[in-house]
């Protein structure tokens, strides 16, 4: 296990298992060197213990490269809840995840991801304090990540256009929280919108709402289009696929868009400038650092433009030195890693 890519130094790695609630999860804790691990909590039916633990770490260290990236006060982690959210997700179970997340002590404080809600981070709270993730006045987890992710795209877009979002066409995969905000920000902005979801009501409500064209979901990644967003579920774009990809941008607000390090070489080789996930959907992550008696809503959209900022460094370090956009943000994240290790320990 200490040997497997997947493991890469991370700090804990715990298997959680309550009979009574039938709670099986696995929390993973890459780094607390700048802070306690934050990261969110994904419930899903994985096929194996071994997809879960996989699942735990990638994410727990892309969250330890984003917070970095970002200059936040936080490490990078990550829990997975084995099972159904539809089904068996119930009080006792989150009651179960809570105490888990007591016996860490802090270590690791938790936010809503796939297939848990703010809402169940409340109830978590009831039992621990380190449930972290605040609603907004209508109830919605997802602002900041999807106005991060504009930033970030407008930032790709400049970038490669030298222009901005006016007149761009924008093929936007995955209509829920943060893919349909994006698209309304889009819009606004003055893009052409292409859209794709597994719900063909919602894709349809988005193309009555923005005039938008609907693409089969398997589809939209090879439309010729300037850029694609990937706002589903990651593991998309692998070496093999990116001569299908129809976008010479792509900016979306998916965790873990490549299938593994190697596509982002082969993304650099095609032309194709992609934004690392881990800088284009932090927008989550600063607003839990903004989280606390002080909230503002404005300020943390606010924050999230420096996105813009972060993502064009990238871009602009990336194509000066031939390199992918991946090996420039994860240099950049690990070099404020081992500085704030360094300085701590003089």
């Keep these: ?100 997340l007591n016996e860490l002590g802090g270590l690791y404080q938790m936010a809503e991801d796939v297939g848990t809600t703010v809402a169940d981070m409340a109830v978590i709270r009831r039992t621990s304090p380190y449930a972290r993730g605040m609603a907004d006045a209508r109830g919605d987890p997802t602002p900041a990540t999807a106005y991060g992710v504009f930033q970030a795209l407008q930032a790709a877009v400049r970038h490669r256009f030298g222009g901005d979002l006016g007149g761009i066409h924008v093929a936007v995969q995955g209509l829920g929280n943060v893919g349909w905000r994006l698209a309304g920000y889009l819009a606004e902005a003055g893009a052409r919108l292409s859209v794709a979801d597994v719900d063909g009501g919602r894709a349809r409500l988005a193309a009555e709402r923005w005039d938008a064209d609907v693409i089969a979901p398997d589809a939209i990644h090879a439309l010729a289009a300037d850029v694609f967003a990937p706002c589903a579920l990651g593991g998309i774009i692998d070496g093999d696929g990116v001569a299908d990809l129809g976008a010479p941008v792509i900016a979306g607000g998916a965790n873990n868009q490549l299938a593994d390090d190697h596509a982002a070489a082969a993304l650099t080789r095609a032309g194709i400038v992609w934004v690392p996930d881990i800088v284009a959907n932090a927008g989550g992550v600063i607003d839990l650092a903004h989280e606390g008696p002080d909230y503002e809503a404005a300020r943390v959209l606010t924050d999230c433009e420096r996105i813009a900022g972060i993502t064009l460094d990238v871009l602009e370090r990336a194509g000066a030195k031939d390199r992918s956009t991946l090996d420039v943000a994860q240099d950049m994240a690990q070099q404020r890693v081992r500085a704030t290790a360094t300085r701590d320990a003089a």
């Design 1 to 100: 296990m200490f040997d497997t890519a997947g493991f890469d130094a991370h700090e804990r790695l715990v298997h959680v298992h309550d009979a009574a609630s039938g709670l099986k999860a696995i929390i993973a804790v890459h780094s607390t060197v700048r802070g306690p691990a934050v990261g969110g909590c994904r419930m899903m039916p994985y096929a194996s213990l071994d997809a879960a633990r996989d699942d735990a770490l990638r994410l727990s260290r892309a969250m330890t490269l984003k917070t970095a990236i970002c200059e936040l006060p936080f490490g990078g982690g990550k829990s997975v809840v084995i099972g159904d959210p539809a089904t068996d997700k119930t009080p006792a179970l989150l009651a179960a995840l809570g105490r888990a």
